[in-house]
Structures are given as structure tokens and as C-alpha cells.
């Protein structure tokens, strides 16, 4: 049952579905102009990942086992969340006859379109920087995590894809609205409160930042606002808040799910945290002094290498947004602030945050990348005479 392939039948899906890469890396260039060589490197670094999750799921308990055992009895009901992949996995696996192995591949294919277009908007930020700076940039497109849990049946090849997809949307919205409405559905069916908040952050971004005039704005508004709480409410809905009436219940659910998810061994209490510490916590932690295991220590170095950027750009003098519109700013900003605060307050186990933040940390990363152009060199004084 669990295997790369049974048959010839899976053996020839397998060949045509890891094929699939070529063309993809190929029609990219129109799309996010990305050199062939990069984009097949990013290929075959990612699908090194998906064969080491493969290896690693027949030997610990992994949720991309759960999934393709329980969509071999799957009865094809549509649904969101948990469900939506079952749903998806169902169609390869029973539809399709695609094995364990084959159904990996074609996840892995949806986490590389995802790192594709998250290599292009790093790509399109740091054109103006320093080599060094673009040299930096690049590694982040090699973070094993990244490729690690994009790669594997489950939730997180497809939110990696979408958040990919709008993050690199956002900087042209004009011509890539398409690629941020799909984006949006690649959120609706695997997480769908994330979702919603990707509504609100487009309407809010749109109403800010837009150069519409105001009559334009009023007609925008009327229909942001409806979109944007029904977003909402679907979303809370399925995170369990559907009868939320005040503040009152919103913060005990908090507290609720503050508790969830401590029995594993990368679980932490931030019931007993300040907000500020559960913030740093779920995005930079576990670092090197808290890391337990080869997983630990590799997840601790990346955890790390965002903390310098972050540190980095903080602590840069001159911090010009000028190459990135008014739009990408604030949406960026809106979706990872909103994210980051809701998961690290209903996230205890660090193992799952480091899944989850996978869905706004491109968004974080081209924004503080995009914050390094390259300033013209200034004449000395022995220039300026001559």
C-alpha cells in the first residue's frame, strides 16, 4: 500500500509526473522569469526533498501516510480543511490509481510552483542590490524546511504554493490579480480562516494604498466590506468560532487552543508567555540553544538566518521602500502581521508552527529583502575636481 510504485502503471506515472518539471521549469521563463538553470536546480533540490519525506513518512508517523490511507476508502465528499485534501488525494489514489510514491510527486510539483514564483519576487526585489545581498537572498530559496514540508502530501505543498503565488502577485497586482485569486482558492481548501484574512488584507491594502479616487474607493468599500466578513466568518467558522458573539469568547478560544498540542516534544507552554515572547517564540524558535535532534538543529539554523535579516535590516540606517508599491507594502504587511499574531497565540507545538508560518514568511522575507537597494555610490572629492 505504502510504496513508491506497484506496478508498471506506477512506474510510468511516476517517470511522466517527475518529467513534468522540465516543461514547468521551461514555460516559467514567460511567467517568472527565472533563469532555466535556476529553475531546474530548485527542481531537483526540491524533489530531493520530496524522496527524503517519502523515506521518512514509512518510518515515523507523518500526516502524508494518514491522508493516502484514508483516501483509499474516501467516498469523494468536497469539503475545506482536512477534508479538501482527502478529497484531492482521493481523486489521485482511487480515480487514478496513483500510488503512494505518484501522489507525492504531484505534490511535490505543487510546492515547486510555489518556490518558483517565491525565487521570482526575491529575484525582482534584490535586482538593485549589492551582490552580496542577492547572495544572501539566494539561500533562502535552499532552506531545507522550505522544501522539506512543501514537498509531501498534505496541507502545506498547497498554502506553500499559494502564499508563493501571492506573494510574487502582489508586486504587479495589476497584471497578476488572477495569479492572487488563485492563490486565495490554493488557501480556501486546505486552511480556510487563512483565507479570509487574505481577503481582508487584498481590501485593506486596495483601500489604503490604491490611487483610485474617491467615489471609486466608496464603490470598492461596499463591496470589500461584505467580502471580507463573510471571509471571516467562514473562516472562523472552521476554525470553531462560528458562535463567537464578543471579544469574550475570540479570547477563550485563545486560551483554549493555548493548551493544544503539548504532548510532543517540541511542544511549549505559551499560556505563561507575554504576546511579545509567543511572537518571537513561534517564528524564530527553536534556536540553536533549544534545538533537539538533526530536525531541531536544521530548523534552528533557518530560524536563525531570519533573525539576521531581520536584525540586519533593523539596524540598516537608510531603509527605502520606493521600489515596491504602496499595494505590496501594506498587503504584505497586513497578512503577515494578522497571520502571525492569530497562529502564535493558538500555536503551542513548534514543530507545527514551522509548517504553518511557511504560509507568510516569503511575504516577510521579499519585504525586508526589498528594504536593501543598492544607493549610487557617491563621488569623493578628488572625483568631483576632475
Known amino acids: 500500500m505504502l510504496v513508491f510504485a506497484e506496478n508498471a502503471w506506477h512506474v510510468i506515472i511516476a517517470f511522466l509526473v517527475f518529467l513534468a518539471g522540465y516543461p514547468i521549469a521551461l514555460i516559467q521563463k514567460k511567467i517568472f522569469c527565472l533563469s532555466m538553470k535556476r529553475a531546474l536546480a530548485l527542481y531537483i533540490w526540491h524533489s530531493i526533498f520530496c524522496m527524503f519525506y517519502f523515506w521518512y513518512s514509512l518510518n515515523d508517523a507523518a500526516d502524508a501516510t494518514l491522508y493516502y490511507i484514508h483516501s483509499l476508502?474516501?467516498?469523494?465528499?468536497?469539503?475545506?480543511?482536512?477534508?479538501?485534501?482527502?478529497?484531492?488525494?482521493?481523486?489521485?489514489?482511487?480515480?487514478?490509481?496513483?500510488?503512494?510514491?505518484n501522489v507525492f510527486l504531484v505534490f511535490n510539483i505543487f510546492g515547486y510552483i510555489g518556490l518558483l514564483a517565491f525565487a521570482s519576487a526575491l529575484q525582482t526585489v534584490t535586482s538593485q542590490s549589492r551582490g552580496n545581498i542577492r547572495t544572501f537572498s539566494v539561500m533562502f530559496?535552499?532552506?531545507?524546511?522550505?522544501s522539506f514540508w512543501s514537498s509531501a502530501i498534505g496541507k502545506d505543498a498547497l498554502t506553500f504554493m499559494a502564499a508563493g503565488l501571492v506573494t510574487w502577485a502582489a508586486l504587479d497586482v495589476g497584471r497578476r490579480m488572477p495569479a492572487i485569486v488563485l492563490g486565495g482558492c490554493l488557501f480556501l481548501l486546505p486552511r480556510p480562516h487563512i483565507a479570509g484574512i487574505l481577503l481582508l488584507s487584498i481590501c485593506f491594502a486596495l483601500l489604503v494604498s490604491s490611487n483610485l479616487g474617491t467615489l471609486k474607493k466608496l464603490v470598492l468599500l461596499t463591496i470589500a466590506i461584505p467580502l471580507s466578513v463573510a471571509g471571516i466568518q467562514f473562516g472562523l467558522s472552521y476554525a470553531g468560532l462560528g458562535d463567537a458573539s464578543d471579544l469574550s469568547d475570540i479570547s477563550d478560544y485563545f486560551e483554549t487552543r493555548q493548551g493544544h498540542n503539548l504532548g510532543g516534544g517540541s511542544s511549549v507552554d505559551i499560556a505563561g508567555m507575554s504576546v511579545p515572547m509567543r511572537l518571537f517564540t513561534y517564528m524564530f524558535r527553536p534556536l540553536l540553544f533549544d534545538a533537539n535532534g538533526i530536525m531541531g538543529i536544521a530548523v534552528s539554523f533557518e530560524n536563525f538566518a531570519v533573525l539576521i535579516l531581520l536584525v540586519m535590516t533593523l539596524l540598516k540606517k537608510k531603509r527605502p521602500l520606493s521600489q515596491l508599491s504602496p499595494f505590496a507594502v501594506t498587503f504584505y504587511l497586513t497578512f503577515a502581521i494578522i497571520s502571525w499574531f492569530v497562529l502564535a497565540n493558538t500555536t503551542a507545538n513548534l514543530g507545527i508552527a514551522v509548517r504553518q508560518k511557511l504560509m507568510f514568511l516569503p511575504m516577510l522575507v521579499v519585504l525586508l529583502f526589498s528594504m536593501w537597494k543598492r544607493y549610487p555610490r557617491q563621488a569623493t572629492i578628488g572625483e568631483l575636481r576632475t
Open 73 to 101: 476508502t474516501y467516498e469523494f465528499g468536497f469539503g475545506f480543511g482536512t477534508a479538501g485534501i482527502k478529497f484531492i488525494v482521493s481523486y489521485l489514489s482511487q480515480g487514478l490509481n496513483f500510488s503512494y510514491g
Open 141 to 146: 530559496l535552499y532552506l531545507p524546511g522550505i
